[in-house]
């Protein structure tokens, strides 16, 4: 994927914080997935899928904006954690 390439690429991180990032990445989705199930519990899944896509994209163009402005890369790897988790967290629904 492009993720690993950009993070070593462009932010200059090492090897070993890219593969943490991907450690951290699949907690963040399991707890967004739980907070998913809930919500389409009381809002309907495909709501509730569209609203963390949504929120997926917002975090991507949060994430791009936090580059170009020269941000830390902690903020721009947040950043990333909770694009990711939006994204993928409706996989289950």
Known sequence: RYF???FMDNLN?????VQILYLISPLG????SKLAQRGAEKFGRCQVTVACKWCGVSFMLLMINAYQMKLPNYV???LYLFRTSFMNCTQAL
């Open 76 to 78: 721009i790897s947040v």
């Open 13 to 17: 991180m090492t090897p070993v914080l």
């Open 29 to 32: 989705q399991a707890i967004f």
């Open 4 to 6: 690993p390439i950009f």
